[in-house]
Structure formats: C-alpha cells, structure tokens
C-alpha cells in the first residue's frame, strides 16, 4: 500500500467548481492527510498492511480498530472519488455508455432514472457516509446503497450490500455545507457535471464487468 501513501498522489486537477476555495484542501490535506498518517502510524507493526493494495485493506478493514478502520476507507474513498471526477470541460462523456449504459438502461430506465433513485437515497441519508452506485458481481446487478462514517462497499462484513463501487458521493458535511450551504440537491446536481462517465464507463467493461473486481485507481489518474 506504500506507494500510494504520498502527498503527490492527492488530487490535483481542477474540481474547483465542485469543491472551490480551500474545499478540496479540506478533504486531501486534512481529512484525507489525517487518515495517511493513522495508516502509517500502524504500518510498521502490521504486515497485512505492508502487503495489502489500497484496494485489498478496503477487504479487511473491518478486521481493525476503528480509527484505522476509518482511515483506511476515508483514504480509499476520497482517492476513488478523484478518480471518477474530472472539470466539467475535461470529461469524455456526460452519461454512461456501452455496457455499462446497457444496464442502467435496464435497472433504472436510463440516466434519468439513475440520477432520480440516487437523489433519493442522498435525500435519505442524514449522517456521515457516503452513497454508492455499485456492482454485484453474483448476479450482475447495479445496485444503489449507502454505508456509514468512511466505511465502503468494498469492506467485507460492514457493507450491508457488498459490491464494486461504480461511483460515490461524499455526504459528509465538510463535502457541501460550506460551499451549498447544506443544500445536498444542488451538490448532487454539481457532482453529475464533474462525474466523467466515460472513464467510469470504460473502466466498468474493461474492467469491473469481466473480473468481478474493482479497478486499480492509478496515481496519474488524479493528476
Ligand atoms: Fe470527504
């Protein structure tokens, strides 16, 4: 996990109309660069942690206690977060597409329908966690849930729906209070601008849909 625990690997690129000001520092100096240093506060004495991908300590997570827990998903989520944002005129695609629009189609009657059903589960929640547009493997559902505090979809025995994330939103308040003043639709209607569906979309068929698992998210991604 070593090689992702360094400052240059935190978002670079412009996501200022989402997260403008001293926002985005929010998130990667401190919250994110809080959670680095609980991870590499237990690094040395955990060999489990020395070995694991980001990906793979999501797995087992749960199996820690619960600051490490938190950091270990607060750094996942949010670098997966930068991962599937882009500004509004550098992303490739503004709705799903290929296989992944295919069963969107089908389990929400199109983007419309996906973007209605996720506004209602962000609408639902009132604490701290995160909503999650997400993949089961075994049986090849799209699926909409939330988990709580820093805790993802990855995480064995927290999720109460296991799944590959496709895409996530921060509901935590230091996400949109500041800049929306606590009003989670017009959030939710700037995240869709800075979501680049066709690198969600390309990632989701090469992929999440053939291995049942999720994509590695690479450092230069976020730069
Ligand atoms: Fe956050």
């Known amino acids: 996990?070593?090689?992702?625990?360094?400052?240059?690997?935190?978002?670079?690129?412009?996501?200022?109309?989402?997260?403008?000001?001293?926002?985005?520092?929010?998130?990667?100096?401190?919250?994110?660069?809080?959670?680095?240093?609980?991870?590499?506060?237990?690094f040395e004495e955990d060999e489990d942690l020395q070995k694991e991908s980001l990906i793979e300590a999501q797995q087992t997570a749960g199996f820690h206690e619960i600051e490490l827990r938190n950091a270990i998903g607060a750094h996942f989520n949010h670098m997966f977060l930068w991962s599937i944002l882009d500004a509004p005129g550098a992303i490739e695609g503004k709705e799903p597409v290929g296989k992944l629009k295919e069963l969107v189609d089908k389990h929400f009657s199109g983007y419309d329908g996906l973007r209605e059903s996720f506004a209602k589960a962000?609408?639902?929640?009132?604490?701290?966690?995160?909503?999650?547009?997400?993949?089961?493997?075994?049986?090849?559902?799209?699926?909409?849930?939330?988990?709580?505090?820093?805790?993802?979809?990855?995480?064995?025995?927290?999720?109460?729906?296991?799944?590959?994330?496709?895409?996530?939103?921060?509901l935590w308040e230091h996400a949109y209070f500041a800049q929306f003043g606590g009003d989670k639709n017009a959030y939710l209607e700037r995240f869709w601008a800075h979501v680049n569906w066709g690198k969600v979309s390309h990632r989701f068929e090469a992929t999440i849909?053939?291995?049942?698992?999720?994509?590695?998210?690479?450092?230069?991604?976020?730069?």
């Open 122 to 170: 962000v609408n639902q929640r009132v604490l701290p966690g995160w909503v999650w547009l997400g993949f089961i493997p075994a049986n090849g559902q799209l699926v909409i849930t939330q988990t709580n505090n820093e805790d993802n979809t990855l995480m064995h025995g927290i999720a109460l729906v296991q799944c590959v994330p496709i895409i996530g939103i921060d």
């Open 209 to 223: 849909l053939p291995t049942g698992k999720p994509a590695p998210i690479h450092p230069e991604e976020l730069i």
């Open 1 to 42: 996990m070593k090689r992702y625990l360094t400052p240059e690997t935190l978002a670079t690129k412009d996501l200022s109309g989402l997260f403008p000001g001293d926002s985005l520092k929010l998130h990667t100096h401190q919250i994110q660069g809080r959670a680095i240093e609980e991870i590499e506060r237990n």
